[in-house]
């Protein structure tokens, strides 16, 4: 995994997923700056991006500017998401995550910790 601030890519995913994973405080501009990269990398060869953030974080560590850059990124790629799967054990952070489900397409589905090798699997498929 290459650090970048308090997240960290996750490698070793098929080339049509981009994974990252929050350990500590994230803002907007960390977000923003590790996550786009690795979407246009991944679109650069396919039409949808699929994507895994595991929040291995408490949700106040993840900056309430982190979520809007999250939805502003969710605009940016609007009919390029795939499936996107949220790995965490914070009940608190479903709730903001829920919008993605209802305003852009793809598929959402969340995951508990104990349960990344199945949301790897599942983000995977095409």
Same mark, same amino acid.
């Not at 605009?75 to 390029?80: A, D, G, Q, V």
């Not at 996107?84 to 959402?108: H, M």
């Given at each position: 995994?290459?650090?970048?601030?308090? $997240?960290?890519? &996750?490698?070793?995913?098929?080339?049509?997923?981009?994974?990252?994973?929050? *350990?500590?405080? /994230?803002? #907007? @501009? =960390?977000?923003?700056?590790? $996550?786009?990269? &690795?979407?246009?990398?991944?679109?650069?060869?396919?039409?949808?991006?699929? *994507?895994?953030? /595991?929040? #291995? @974080? =408490?949700?106040?560590?993840?900056?309430?500017?982190?979520?809007?850059?999250?939805?502003?990124?969710?605009?940016?790629?609007? *009919?390029?998401?795939?499936?996107?799967?949220?790995?965490?054990?914070?009940?608190?952070?479903?709730?903001?995550?829920?919008?993605?489900?209802?305003?852009?397409?793809?598929?959402?589905?969340?995951?508990?910790?104990?349960?990344?090798?199945?949301?790897?699997?599942?983000?995977?498929?095409?």
């Amino acid at each position: 995994m290459k650090k970048v601030d308090m $997240l960290q890519l &996750i490698n070793n995913l098929p080339p049509h997923v981009a994974g990252l994973h929050a *350990f500590a405080e /994230v803002t #907007e @501009t =960390d977000y923003e700056e590790a $996550l786009i990269p &690795i979407i246009d990398e991944v679109l650069k060869t396919n039409r949808k991006i699929n *994507f895994v953030l /595991v929040l #291995e @974080t =408490d949700i106040r560590n993840f900056v309430s500017g982190a979520w809007c850059g999250n939805i502003k990124i969710g605009f940016k790629y609007f *009919f390029k998401w795939g499936r996107v799967a949220l790995v965490t054990d914070q009940q608190g952070v479903l709730g903001f995550s829920d919008l993605f489900r209802y305003i852009i397409p793809g598929k959402f589905e969340y995951f508990p910790l104990d349960e990344l090798d199945r949301a790897i699997k599942w983000v995977s498929l095409k």
